[in-house]
């Protein structure tokens, strides 16, 4: 599998087995893809398998009325107090019940 960088988009040529902890295999391109951010291991671009430290594992199944079939989703969220700030779940400010930042409540 290859590696195709987020921002850049740059492929980085490897020969892998196995795509390692926080990339997941891109069926159909054979490269491997992050994971989201939250999510340290992943099988697919909305199915985290486990989260990074101080994350929760939320598990969604939604209806697709116009297909009709049912759609699961695994993320990884920051629990309530705590807001996401890149690949880490920090404290809200003394006294916030939930946050955007640190000091916005």
Same mark, same amino acid.
């Given at each position: 599998?290859?590696?195709?960088?987020?921002?850049?988009?740059?492929?980085?040529?490897?020969?892998?087995?196995?795509?390692?902890?926080?990339?997941?295999?891109?069926?159909?391109?054979?490269?491997?893809?992050?994971?989201?951010?939250?999510?340290?291991?992943?099988?697919?671009?909305?199915?985290c398998?486990?989260?990074?430290?101080?994350?929760?594992?939320?598990?969604?199944?939604?209806?697709?009325?116009? #297909? +009709? @079939?049912?759609?699961e989703? $695994? %993320? !990884? &969220?920051?629990? #309530? +107090? @705590?807001?996401?700030?890149? $690949? %880490? !779940? &920090?404290?809200?400010?003394?006294?916030?019940?939930?946050?955007?930042?640190?000091?916005?409540?």
């Amino acid at each position: 599998y290859n590696y195709i960088h987020p921002t850049s988009g740059i492929t980085l040529k490897r020969c892998l087995v196995d795509c390692p902890n926080g990339l997941y295999e891109g069926k159909e391109s054979q490269t491997c893809l992050d994971c989201p951010e939250l999510c340290e291991t992943c099988d697919g671009a909305e199915m985290c398998e486990t989260c990074l430290s101080g994350a929760d594992l939320k598990h969604r199944i939604q209806n697709d009325s116009f #297909s +009709g @079939t049912t759609i699961e989703t $695994k %993320v !990884c &969220e920051c629990p #309530s +107090g @705590t807001y996401q700030n890149s $690949k %880490v !779940c &920090e404290e809200c400010a003394q006294g916030c019940g939930s946050c955007s930042r640190g000091d916005l409540c």
